[in-house]
T-cell receptor, first 113, second 110 residues
């Protein structure tokens, strides 16, 4: 069964360092989402791509976060510099269209120390 | 008030019990999703429904569009069902968006 691949699975970084996460969506899925999930809460959308274009990044803290999907396939989310409050699970999801359902990756658990 | 609310927040059960998790939403929707998340894990999609009822194994999801309410039922619960169950609404005004509830943490004891 096709999966959304994410790496790394876990990441520990010191505050003020840069960190990057990678996501490879299911082949053919035009829409890619990055979510942040703080422990005990539901996921919060950070950025949504349609192919290589950003559709919604209204909740992305643009002073320190950036995301790209250069060829409209895989995507990278970067944080620079990381802060203690960035500790969370970062989830990637993809869909062919919203009405066809979503597939989530296993996430990257980030701990900032 | 959140647009998607779940109850209860936490639920414990003995193995074999029938479980019900409720979800209420305040927006018009194109679909309602039920998702499962094991501790420290990613999210697995269980159901996407826009009307009526769906069943998969011991899991049943129902939705009442008029009342803006959905339920997830687990029959003959098992310790491996222990997870966080999340309800998410795809609003009619933007079908590519999901509005998440805060989740229900279920623990099933043997």
């Amino acid at each position: 069964e096709a999966e959304v691949a994410q790496s790394p699975r876990y990441k520990i970084t010191e505050k003020s360092q840069a960190v990057a996460f990678w996501c490879d969506p299911i082949s053919g899925h035009a829409t890619l989402y990055w979510y942040r999930q703080i422990l005990g809460q539901g996921p919060e959308l950070l950025v949504q791509f349609q192919d290589e274009s950003v559709v919604d990044d209204s909740q992305l803290p643009k002073d320190r976060f950036s995301a790209e999907r250069l060829k409209g396939v895989d995507s990278t989310l970067k944080i620079q510099p990381a802060e203690l409050g960035d500790s969370a699970m970062y989830l990637c999801a993809s869909s062919f269209s919203g009405s066809s359902g979503y597939t989530f990756g296993s996430g990257t658990r980030l701990t900032v120390v | 008030k959140n647009e998607v609310e779940q109850s209860p927040q936490n639920l414990t059960a003995q193995e074999g019990e029938f479980i019900t998790i409720n979800c209420s939403y305040s927006v018009g929707i194109s679909a309602l999703h039920w998702l499962q998340q094991h501790p420290g894990g990613g999210i697995v999609s269980l159901f996407m429904l826009s009307s009526g009822k769906k069943k998969h194994g011991r899991l049943i999801a129902t939705i009442n569009i008029q009342e803006k309410h959905s339920s997830l039922h687990i029959t003959a619960s098992h310790p491996r069902d222990s997870a966080v169950y999340i309800c998410a609404a795809a609003p009619a005004y933007n079908t590519d968006k999901l509005i998440f509830g805060t989740g229900t943490r279920l623990q099933v004891f043997p």
